[in-house]
C-alpha cells in the first residue's frame, strides 16, 4: 500500500490549516500542504519562501497531519507542485482516503497524469509575470470541466492578453475561467470594470487571504 512505502517522500514547506483564498473553493476551510520547489520566477510571486528549504516527509505522515485537522478538504499548491514526481502519488493518496483535493499548478507542466478526482487549478502566465513562454498549452486540451483556469493579472496588456487568449483557445466553454489582479499593484475595480465592459464570462476574483491577513503566510 503506497501510504505505509517509506520511499514515497516529498520534500515539504509547510501543512497548515485556512480558508481557501482563491478560486472556486473561495472561503472553504482546507488544510495546505505546500511542496518546496518551483522552475518559475514569477515577478509578483508571494511564496517565494517556498522555492527552497522545507522537509522532507514521507507520504504516511503528510496523511496523518493532514488528517489531525479534522477537514476534508485539501489543496497541495507551491511553489509548484507537480514539479515533485511524488506529488502524483499524494494526490492520489489523499483521494482514496476520502478527501475532496484540488491541486494549485502553474500550467508549465504537464497535467494529464494527475488523478483525475483532484480538481486541477492551472494557473496561466500573463507577459507582466514574466513567464509566459513557460504556459504548457496541451494542457488546455486534458482540461475537464472540473478543473480551473486562474489567471492573474498585472495590466490592462495582461487583460488584453487574457481575453485574447481564452478566446482562442476556447477556454469559457471548458471549465471556469478565473480572472484576479495582482496584489497591490492592479487595483481590482479597475479589474472589475473591464470584465463588465467586455462582457466576459469569467469570475472575478480577490486574494480574500490578503483582504483577511495581508501577506502573512499561513493562519
Not at 26 to 38: H, N
Not at 153 to 165: N, Q
Not at 174 to 189: E, G, I, K, N
Amino acid at each position: 500500500m503506497v501510504r505505509s512505502d517509506a520511499s514515497v517522500s516529498l520534500r515539504v514547506s509547510e501543512v497548515f490549516y485556512s480558508l481557501q483564498g482563491e478560486s472556486t473553493r473561495v472561503g472553504l476551510p482546507t488544510v495546505f500542504i505546500r511542496l518546496t520547489g518551483c522552475p518559475l520566477r514569477c515577478t509578483w510571486c508571494d511564496t517565494t519562501y517556498a522555492f527552497s528549504g522545507g522537509e522532507h516527509l514521507t507520504l504516511s505522515v503528510i496523511l496523518d497531519r493532514v488528517a489531525s485537522f479534522a477537514c476534508t478538504t485539501v489543496c497541495v499548491t507551491g511553489g509548484e507542485p507537480l514539479a515533485q514526481p511524488n506529488c502524483l502519488p499524494l494526490l492520489s493518496a489523499l483521494c482514496d482516503e476520502g478527501f475532496s483535493v484540488s491541486l494549485e499548478t502553474s500550467g508549465a507542466l504537464d497535467i494529464g497524469s494527475v488523478d483525475p478526482r483532484v480538481a486541477r487549478i492551472v494557473d496561466l502566465k500573463a507577459p507582466d509575470s514574466g513567464e509566459s513562454e513557460k504556459n504548457r498549452w496541451e494542457n488546455i486540451d486534458l482540461l475537464l470541466p472540473t478543473d480551473e483556469i486562474k489567471i492573474v493579472l498585472a495590466s490592462r496588456a495582461d487583460f488584453d492578453w487574457a481575453v485574447a487568449a481564452s478566446l482562442q483557445h476556447q477556454l469559457f466553454s471548458r471549465c471556469p475561467v478565473l480572472f484576479s489582479p495582482v496584489w497591490d499593484t492592479l487595483p481590482p475595480a479597475q479589474l472589475a470594470e473591464w470584465i463588465i465592459d467586455n462582457r466576459l464570462p469569467v469570475r472575478f476574483q480577490l486574494q480574500m487571504h490578503k483582504h483577511l491577513w495581508g501577506n502573512e503566510r499561513s493562519r
